[in-house]
């Protein structure tokens, strides 16, 4: 089988490059070894974070260092096993870390994030998923009137800078929003982000669109990529496909693909884990929340509240711990009335980083027709359909819409 382009991984970012792709007249196979939408895009908080001009950085005093180092702080735990692997990325984050650091993620991150509702309207339409989008923004609450009062402060200097809206909101304010939350000092309300309900079956509906335009979706391992006479070949159940093209969207498998090819890049997973919960009684959560202290997320899943954990550093094929998801459900059910576990088993996904926080996107240099589109760190489900279109602009010999330099793969 022969195709203009093999576009390997069906999550949020590859499902959408294969169908900006397809909308440019090429024949595209997407390739997976699961279904569409079962890996990390399964699993996020669902919000389209249309306010995140700034990615999360390593901090820079020496109190939050330790603490986080200590593993004192749930929002982040490190495998002190898995240092040899991320202590020299680490470094490269936390220099990514200074105020021209911030500034030169931030220019690369603008102008995906000014497009991202807007590409995913697009498609949320054309797939026939509208039902499943929330336009009721999200909150951030604090359990301390000082962390409430300093996080005041920088938005508002992310208003002054890159006029995102907010609301600094009281008790009483905050009780008319989410009336079952409790336990809080006050918090920020960001109105703008948009939220789904559902973030696999979204993917899924995407990837249904990709096969009702014509796409074709087949099940093998991106592990089998070759070049060989010209064309770049996997190997499946279906046999052998080929194409001129191949696009990596992998996430942190990319990272694999490209090693075997003498490509050598700085991408970790940042291991997250996540549970759904019945709500007691007659609790009801219209938005997601953010709680700022421990680092978690509480979101409105069709599949129940949904408690989503921050950022775990491990070895690559250390096994599931979900640590930090026991240390936060107790502050969880302290701020909602969180029930009981749906699920038998708590799910964990794999976010890929760079240490700038920024995605790439375009051409592997020296390995003709190789295309990346990997790396959205806690953005894949933000920014798929958006740099979904980038690189299909690109591909297809177009000028695209942005400038491309902050996402090249050899920027390191």
Known sequence: MKYDCLVLGAGMVGISTALHLLERGRSVALVDRRGPAEETSYGNAGIIQTEAVTAYTFPRDLGSIVKYALNAHPESRLHYSALPEVASWLFQY??????AGVERSANGLVPLIRRCLAEHEIL????????????????????????????????????????VPFEVVDRGRLRELEPHIENVAGGIFLPDPASVTDPGAVGKAYADLFVERGGVFINADARTLDATGGAWQISGDAGHVAARDAVLALGIWSREILSGLGVKIPLIAKRGYHMHYASEGNASLTRPVVEVEN?????????????????????????????????VE????????????????????RRPCF????????????????????????????????????LAEVMAGGSPSVDMEPYRVDRF
């Open 330 to 349: 107790p502050a969880a059910k302290q701020l909602y009335p969180l029930g009981a576990r749906i699920e038998p088993e708590v799910w964990m996904g």
């Open 94 to 99: 936390w220099r990514q870390g200074s105020p």
């Open 355 to 390: 240490p700038d926080m920024l995605p790439m996107i375009g051409k592997v240099p020296g390995q003709a027709g190789l295309w990346a589109n990997f790396g959205h760190q806690h953005l894949g489900f933000t920014l798929g359909p958006v740099t979904g279109r980038l």
């Open 295 to 327: 680092g978690y997320v509480l979101a409105p899943m069709r599949q129940g509240i949904r408690l989503t954990t921050g950022a775990e550093f491990a070895r690559r094929t250390a096994a599931p711990s979900p640590l930090q998801l026991g240390l």
């Open 124 to 163: 949320l339409e054309a797939a026939g998923a509208q039902e499943y989008l929330q336009r009721t923004g999200y909150l951030k609450v604090y359990s301390t009137a000082k962390l409430h009062a300093s996080d005041a402060v920088a938005q508002q200097l992310l208003h002054d800078q890159y006029d």
